[in-house]
């Protein structure tokens, strides 16, 4: 009898997990697993901004099943839960209903906001809901088609021509308007990279922050930066780049420059947005500043990056395409100095079934590869959060990966691995979209 005992088992841990509810307190995320209901309830309180991010997957598209009871309001101006996709897709409900919906047609993630006014007064039971996959087709959508709230009359993406990366070359002065480097506060010292999306947001990694519980008040913004300060780590000395404590990163002899000499325009950060659902595996790393003030895009030379459509994971192959990474990072992997003259580098896009072999453990659909089977050239320390870009033929640049992590630098068959963009572009947008942003700039 006994030999029945862990088919016995995992029969009986497999129903349990079916009835498995999962409580999302306010803020959380969740990925959506087959078989799981994750259910949560939000009761009433003046004042309230909660956000839930429900994650699907390539297996799994989200479905949610809201009981609403608020306060009835024309229009719902006070009151009110908003569901959407972030993109095309949005539903904005108050009084008292319970309804069922998934996604636009191609996208597959759901989030949801419960606001309250400060006033708000009453007996009112708030809201119950419960997310799983979506098995039934005749589940209503959002929205039918994918439609990208961008005006048609701006531009994105586009690198201006005017004439830690290990083995890149030296970028042109503002050759990629959108990049950013994010300093330690009052300084020019960059310890991550990152892009801005639009006039109020920076798309960068959670990781940057995230161990180190560094605050958005330490840090600042630049932009339309080029030649800055190091960085030095502890035991740094200055000989040649390629012993252990070298500083001599491309650049290290170059006068100093300030903002003024550089034209920089430096920012304040009033908010870091991790990705809920972040792991100390650097599953989920991602992460979005929201800048105290908006950047004057038609007042300056400053282009945000182009971010790839929502439903990109099904419809753009990467297979055989080429990215470009650009930082301020180390030059060597024993190096103890950021760089001081940025640095890009060219590489190819290494399919996901050859990285997995490589990070057998580690490496998620959230991830993807690029670099050189035979090291030699990468992204090192500090150029975390910094973009992965891809320029189309149009020659927009999108921005397909977020550096993240990977096994020293340029290592043999160790190849840098990037936050993949394409499955976080909802999220992006629904969290970066709620302010009021402007994605691009105007056309001349």
């Not at 990366?165 to 300084?187: M, Q, Y």
Request: proline fraction near 4%; include cysteine; hydrophobic fraction near 40%.
């Amino acid at each position: 009898m006994s030999k029945y005992l862990p088919r016995l088992l995992a029969t009986l841990l497999t129903i349990i997990s079916i009835l498995a509810l999962v409580n999302a307190q306010c803020g959380k995320g969740f990925e959506i697993l087959d078989k799981v209901d994750t259910a949560f309830e939000q009761a009433l309180a003046p004042g309230l901004s909660c956000k839930w991010d429900l994650i699907g997957s390539r297996i799994c598209e989200v479905e949610v099943t809201c009981t609403i009871d608020l306060p009835a309001e024309e229009n719902c101006p006070d009151n009110y839960l908003i569901v959407t996709d972030g993109f095309s897709g949005i539903k904005r409900s108050c009084g008292s209903e319970t309804f069922t919906v998934k996604p636009s047609t191609g996208l597959r993630d759901i989030f949801l906001e419960l606001v309250t006014s400060d006033e708000y007064t009453g007996e009112h039971k708030g809201i119950e809901c419960t997310a799983k996959c979506a098995s039934n087709d005749e589940t209503p959508r959002l929205a039918e088609g994918l439609e990208r709230h961008v005006n048609e009359r701006c531009v994105c993406g586009l690198r201006n021509e005017d004439d830690r990366i290990v083995g890149g070359v030296d970028a042109r002065f503002n050759e990629f308007p959108w990049l950013a480097a994010i300093v330690l506060k009052g300084t020019r010292q960059p310890f991550c990279g990152g892009a801005l999306i639009n006039d109020r947001f920076i798309l960068t990694a959670a990781h940057c922050f995230y161990f180190a519980k560094k605050p958005p008040g330490e840090i600042d913004v630049l932009l339309h930066a080029h030649t800055l300060d190091m960085l030095m780590l502890a035991g740094a000395q200055n000989v040649e780049l390629g012993q252990a404590g070298s500083i001599r990163g491309p650049g290290w002899e170059a006068a100093k420059k300030t903002d003024e000499d550089e034209a920089t325009i430096r920012l304040e950060a009033e908010e870091i947005i991790y990705h809920p659902l972040f792991n100390v595996k650097y599953n989920y790393d991602y992460a979005l500043i929201r800048l105290k003030k908006k950047v004057d895009l038609g007042d300056s030379d400053i282009t945000p990056v182009c971010l790839p459509p929502a439903n990109t994971f099904d419809e753009f192959g990467l297979d055989g395409k080429n990215f470009t990474v650009a930082g301020w990072g180390f030059a060597d992997e024993k190096a103890k100095g950021s760089t001081r003259l940025l640095q890009k580098l060219d590489m190819p896009y290494i399919d996901w079934p050859t990285c997995k072999t490589f990070y057998v453990k580690h490496l998620t659909e959230r991830m993807i590869c690029a670099g050189f089977l035979d090291g030699i050239k990468d992204a090192c320390t500090g150029d975390s959060g910094g973009p992965l870009v891809h320029q189309l033929e149009n020659k927009q640049f999108w921005q397909m990966g977020v550096v993240s992590w990977g096994d020293g630098c340029a290592r043999a068959k160790k190849p840098g691995v990037y936050a993949q963009v394409t499955e976080m572009a909802q999220w992006i947008n629904f969290h970066a979209y709620s302010h009021d942003a402007k994605w691009c700039k105007d056309s001349k």
